[in-house]
């Protein structure tokens, strides 16, 4: 079953909508700073960013104190005014949050930076405190909106805002460059810029963000000095610069943001993907993740040997294990999983719950907080298909092992032993090659893999040594019901007599704890819900 893991873009998108302001006019006090580890020898950037060449993405330099800005009721330019400046000011020291109406709230996260923060300050006063370290303002063309694109590449390169021509007036900022009338279509503004531009950014990674969302990962591409797209794969010459662009990253670079296809009803997410994953490329969903350069610098203890309770005896019951969808994706991470770990009912029942492994250099602080408030019936892994969102039948033989390792190193470092897969050639769920399960036996030793299938199922398929749990994804109580009731006919067409085991993925956008826990408990005695490392382990014992 396709489903598109992007329904929480819409509901992001309203993020200038106006809210009180929280806070009093205080200084919010801290908890400590955790101790920032020395960058390897060689990895410390100019600008104070750090980005070895082992090294998934950048790291930034740690924050010490932070000033913020609300960006709650203000216009799409002013936006993109304040999230430019963020992206300038934090690529040397981290010292701007920026805060926007979002699903777990504004400031639920920034007490976990560790560092004293102050109350939203006014747009003119915030490029007053920093207007020494912009160089002026680019106005994008209002009547061509991929211009925004080129104004947020143009804004890393030249250390300038991006701002209206009024905006840039009443700021006194001189206009380094006016892209209106500039171009004739989206098209030639593309291509203009990834021939002009493309060769003087940092050329390991490609944003791609729609240019409706002002509030977001702009920062991150503007701090590292990134080419920024919104490129449609539906459009032939388009889909052609994708490819392009692909072609020229290295190895396992990540196309960070999103993906777009605007023809209505016409699948453009694994397409793209394949594309990518083609030309060794991962794409790391991201686009409307807040304050990467911020979060980037915050790097608290992980713990990379999480206490792990016991694997219960095997019996002859349906073994049940649920798996959130997602966690590829770093927006997810940091807004609807928070909302989803909130959930009242997360820890009455075992959930598995996936996260980005790149999450340790973007955001780690994300994933320390995710660990420490952990229970025993939470299981965190890796999202799918590892460090970055690819289909392994689509990646070149030649440069799958190496992207592999890159996984297994970051799931060693996190306490990861696991991960999930979405695997589609031709937008069709395909099943994973012995070679690939192979390359994930040998490279990360797992203790089992997740993937997300089209259909229910009970068979859990032992490949290369390692247990394959399949699902399609249940997105109401009803569908979970179903996949239970799929796996209990199976146990009582056995007659008992053996363990049956049934993987059902839950749809993040969808499916709360709260919505799961009832149907869980009001199971009878032939089921047992277990975590996913339990559900590997029991798996392997009964083929034994």
Same mark, same amino acid.
């Given at each position: 079953?396709?489903? =598109?893991?992007?329904?929480?873009?819409?509901?992001?998108?309203?993020? %200038?909508?106006?809210?009180?302001?929280?806070? +009093?006019?205080?200084?919010?006090?801290?908890?400590?700073?955790?101790?920032?580890?020395?960058?390897?020898?060689?990895?410390?950037?100019?600008?104070?960013?750090?980005?070895? %060449?082992?090294?998934?993405?950048?790291?930034?330099?740690?924050?010490?104190?932070?000033?913020?800005?609300?960006?709650?009721?203000?216009?799409?330019?002013?936006?993109?005014?304040?999230?430019?400046?963020?992206?300038?000011?934090?690529? #040397? #020291?981290?010292?701007?949050?920026?805060?926007? =109406?979002?699903?777990?709230g504004k400031t639920t996260w920034l007490p976990e930076t560790g560092v004293p923060y102050?109350?939203?300050?006014?747009?003119?006063?915030?490029?007053?405190?920093?207007?020494?370290?912009?160089?002026?303002?680019?106005?994008?063309?209002?009547?061509?909106?991929?211009?925004?694109?080129?104004?947020?590449?143009?804004?890393?390169?030249?250390?300038?805002?991006?701002?209206?021509?009024?905006?840039?007036?009443?700021?006194?900022?001189?206009?380094?460059?006016?892209?209106?009338?500039?171009?004739?279509?989206?098209?030639?503004?593309?291509?203009?810029?990834?021939?002009?531009?493309?060769?003087?950014? &940092?050329?390991?990674?490609?944003?791609?963000?729609?240019?409706?969302?002002?509030?977001?990962?702009? *920062?991150?591409?503007?701090?590292?000095?990134?080419?920024?797209?919104?490129?449609?794969?539906?459009?032939?010459?388009?889909?052609?610069? $994708?490819?392009?662009?692909?072609?020229?990253?290295?190895?396992?670079?990540?196309?960070?943001?999103?993906?777009? %296809?605007d023809t209505a009803g016409a699948p453009y997410e694994s397409p793209m993907v394949e594309?990518?994953?083609?030309?060794?490329?991962?794409?790391?969903?991201?686009?409307?993740?807040?304050?990467?350069?911020?979060?980037?610098?915050?790097?608290?203890?992980?713990? !990379?040997?999480?206490?792990?309770?016991?694997?219960?005896?095997? &019996?002859?019951?349906?073994?049940?294990?649920? $798996?959130?969808?997602?966690?590829?994706?770093?927006?997810?991470?940091?807004?609807?999983?928070?909302?989803?770990?909130?959930?009242?009912?997360?820890? &009455?029942?075992?959930?598995?719950?996936?996260?980005?492994?790149?999450?340790?250099?973007?955001?780690?602080?994300?994933?320390?907080?995710?660990?420490? +408030?952990?229970?025993?019936?939470?299981?965190?892994?890796? %999202?799918?298909?590892?460090?970055?969102?690819?289909?392994?039948?689509?990646?070149? #033989?030649?440069?799958?092992?190496?992207?592999?390792?890159? #996984?297994?190193?970051?799931?060693?470092?996190?306490?990861?032993?696991?991960?999930?897969?979405? !695997?589609?050639? =031709?937008?069709?769920?395909?099943?994973?090659?012995?070679?690939? $399960?192979?390359?994930?036996?040998?490279?990360?030793?797992?203790?089992?893999?997740?993937?997300?299938?089209?259909?229910?199922?009970?068979?859990?398929?032992?490949?290369?040594?390692?247990?394959?749990?399949?699902?399609?994804?249940?997105?109401?109580?009803?569908?979970?019901?179903?996949?239970? *009731?799929?796996?209990?006919?199976?146990?009582?067409?056995?007659?008992?007599?053996?363990?049956?085991?049934? +993987?059902?993925?839950?749809?993040?956008?969808?499916?709360?704890?709260?919505?799961?826990?009832?149907?869980?408990?009001?199971?009878?005695?032939?089921?047992?819900?277990?975590?996913? *490392?339990?559900?590997?382990?029991?798996?392997?014992?009964?083929?034994?």
């Open positions: 079953m396709h489903l =598109d893991r992007r329904t929480f873009l819409g509901t992001a998108a309203a993020a %200038g909508a106006a809210i009180p302001l929280l806070g +009093t006019a205080t200084a919010h006090a801290a908890p400590p700073t955790a101790p920032t580890p020395t960058a390897a020898a060689g990895g410390v950037a100019a600008a104070g960013i750090s980005w070895p %060449g082992p090294q998934a993405l950048p790291r930034f330099a740690a924050p010490t104190s932070l000033v913020t800005a609300d960006l709650s009721g203000r216009t799409p330019s002013e936006q993109l005014t304040l999230i430019s400046l963020q992206g300038i000011v934090n690529r #040397t #020291t981290p010292r701007v949050y920026l805060l926007a =109406d979002v699903g777990e102050g109350d939203p300050l006014p747009l003119r006063e915030l490029v007053e405190r920093f207007r020494g370290e912009i160089t002026g303002a680019i106005i994008p063309d209002p009547e061509l909106p991929q211009t925004i694109s080129v104004a947020t590449t143009l804004a890393g390169l030249e250390d300038a805002v991006i701002a209206s021509a009024t905006t840039a007036a009443n700021l006194g900022l001189p206009v380094v460059e006016d892209l209106r009338g500039r171009f004739a279509d989206e098209l030639e503004a593309s291509t203009w810029q990834i021939d002009n531009l493309w060769p003087r950014t &940092e050329r390991r990674m490609v944003c791609s963000m729609n240019t409706s969302l002002t509030a977001y990962l702009r *920062d991150y591409s503007i701090a590292n000095r990134a080419l920024m797209v919104w490129l449609d794969y539906h459009d032939p010459a388009q889909r052609s610069l $994708v490819a392009r662009l692909a072609d020229e990253l290295p190895t396992h670079a990540p196309y960070i943001g999103w993906l777009r %296809g594309l990518l994953s083609r030309r060794s490329v991962h794409v790391l969903a991201a686009d409307t993740a807040q304050n990467l350069t911020v979060w980037g610098g915050v790097r608290p203890p992980v713990d !990379n040997s999480p206490p792990r309770p016991p694997t219960p005896a095997l &019996e002859n019951k349906i073994y049940v294990t649920l $798996v959130y969808s997602d966690g590829d994706n770093l927006q997810y991470a940091q807004h609807k999983m928070r909302q989803l770990w909130d959930d009242p009912a997360r820890g &009455e029942i075992p959930i598995n719950w996936p996260v980005p492994p790149e999450i340790l250099d973007a955001a780690p602080a994300l994933y320390s907080w995710y660990q420490s +408030t952990a229970n025993p019936n939470d299981y965190l892994l890796s %999202g799918p298909s590892g460090l970055g969102y690819v289909f392994p039948s689509a990646y070149p #033989t030649a440069t799958f092992d190496g992207f592999v390792q890159r #996984t297994a190193r970051y799931c060693a470092a996190l306490g990861i032993d696991s991960t999930a897969i979405i !695997n589609r050639l =031709d937008s069709v769920y395909e099943p994973l090659t012995e070679a690939s $399960v192979r390359s994930f036996a040998d490279g990360m030793d797992p203790v089992g893999l997740f993937q997300n299938w089209s259909g229910w199922t009970t068979e859990q398929p032992i490949v290369a040594g390692v247990p394959i749990g399949r699902s399609r994804m249940a997105l109401t109580q009803g569908e979970l019901s179903a996949g239970l *009731d799929v796996a209990a006919a199976e146990f009582d067409a056995a007659g008992g007599q053996r363990p049956v085991f049934a +993987t059902i993925f839950l749809a993040a956008w969808d499916m709360t704890p709260t919505l799961a826990a009832p149907v869980i408990a009001g199971l009878d005695d032939r089921f047992m819900a277990v975590r996913g *490392d339990h559900f590997f382990r029991l798996v392997r014992q009964a083929a034994a």
